[in-house]
């Protein structure tokens, strides 16, 4: 059973539309049964509410991708969560974009928040809801991660976190 997710992004303005921060952009997309009240602690934004009649705690990283591990552990610890009772939210350039998948533990494919939530949890076994943003056609990843989405994209940002969010919601309804 799922008992809290992560949305992992990267705190600044200058990020804010970025394709990292895809899980960030989404969670205005997402329909709890309560309004959440995110509050300051654990090097991020933390709070609870229920999905579908079931507890989550919900936690925004307020540290730079890949130190996010540092955050998500700490709130993990406090709350007695195991890594496998853990859904993580990110952006994925190996799906097309538009594309999103579920999936339980698995490789890293070079993420580097993945990659800290691992060495930080000691552990790849976490649920992981992966959103498509698409490899870069020329340039390098990281510049391309932390641009905006192109006009084409973004005509088509609403509708692709619009399906997400029902997928974030049918993963509680299954679990």
């Known amino acids: 059973m ?6 992992l992004g990267n705190p600044g303005t200058q990020y804010a539309k970025s394709r990292h921060n895809l899980a960030w952009i989404l969670i205005k997309y997402l329909h709890f049964d309560r309004p959440v009240q995110w509050t300051g602690k654990f090097k991020g934004l933390y709070g609870k509410s229920s999905i579908r009649g079931k507890e989550i705690f919900l936690l925004k990283p307020e540290t730079y991708m890949n130190k996010s591990g540092e955050s998500v552990q700490a709130f993990l610890s406090y709350f007695k969560i195991p890594p496998e009772e853990l859904l993580v939210i990110h952006d994925d350039i190996e799906l097309s974009f538009n594309e ?7 490789g890293l494919a070079g993420h580097n928040g993945l990659k800290s939530l691992a060495s930080s949890l000691g552990s790849k076994d976490f649920y992981r809801l992966r ?7 020329r340039g390098s990843v990281s510049s391309y991660v932390l641009s905006r989405f192109s006009p084409e994209e973004s ?14 919601s049918n993963i509680f309804e299954k679990r």
């Open 2 to 7: 799922i008992h809290a997710a992560c949305f």
């Open 155 to 168: 005509a088509e940002l609403e509708d692709f976190c619009r399906r997400a969010a029902g997928v974030f």
């Open 100 to 106: 999103i998948q579920f999936k339980f533990g698995g």
């Open 131 to 137: 959103l498509g943003i698409s490899r870069p056609e």
